[in-house]
């Protein structure tokens, strides 16, 4: 069966994600920015945003641990849209001939419910293309547990042979395959795009 839509992952392959974009502004020192990101707002810590826990209870935990970091903690959820700061080269375009060539676009997203919110809404040029997307902190499953794309595809309206899934992830375009979606490792736009027209999305 060939893929007739597109299921794409967001962070890392539509746009960036970089905690430093936010916190090189509040920590001027390389060493001690490097050090904060990596035993206090660790990706391990924002992981259980990912996985639903509200920002509030992850916080009010971190900042008890780390009561000199309190204020850079609180700055982690009402300021984490400006840890992504754009989109990744040619990604707006390639969804965009993609959307203007009919094919139905979806994602599934490890994401905060409560960050992805205010991103949709900046990014609405975007995301409006979209049928939709399934987040992982509204469902509490993340990827690359399989339950998360059985729900999607069920979501979607679609078999898993009519997806492809694009993720940046090895583990989690191996799960994909596991249920049967066709999937791609991104690398870059132009890999992408290749790819597409491959399986005969794009001219």
Not at 96 to 114: C, K, M, R, V, Y
Not at 156 to 180: H, I, K, S, W, Y
Request: proline share 6%; hydrophobic share 45%.
């Amino acid at each position: 069966m060939r893929p007739i839509a597109v299921v794409f992952d967001i962070g890392n392959v539509l746009y960036d994600w970089d905690p430093k974009v936010l916190y090189r502004r509040l920590i001027t020192d390389d060493e001690a920015l490097d050090v904060f990101l990596r035993d206090v707002c660790s990706k391990e810590w924002h992981f259980q945003h990912d996985a639903g826990r509200p920002f509030a209870e992850t916080s009010a935990e971190l900042c008890a641990k780390f009561p000199d970091h309190a204020d850079l903690i609180a700055q982690w959820g009402p300021r984490f849209s400006e840890q992504i700061p754009g989109p990744i080269s040619g990604m707006p375009e390639l969804v965009s001939d993609l959307d203007a060539a009919g094919i139905p676009l979806f994602a599934i997203t490890n994401f905060s419910d409560e960050f992805f919110t205010p991103f949709r809404e900046r990014e609405a040029a975007m995301f409006d293309r979209f049928r939709d997307i399934v987040v992982s902190g509204a469902e509490k499953l993340v990827k690359p547990d399989v339950e998360i794309y059985h729900l999607a595809l069920k979501r979607f309206g679609l078999a898993p042979g009519e997806a492809l899934f694009v993720d940046d992830r090895q583990d989690n375009v191996d799960a994909a395959a596991a249920v049967g979606m066709h999937s791609v490792l991104f690398n870059d736009a132009a890999a992408l795009r290749a790819d597409l027209k491959q399986q005969g999305l794009l001219a």
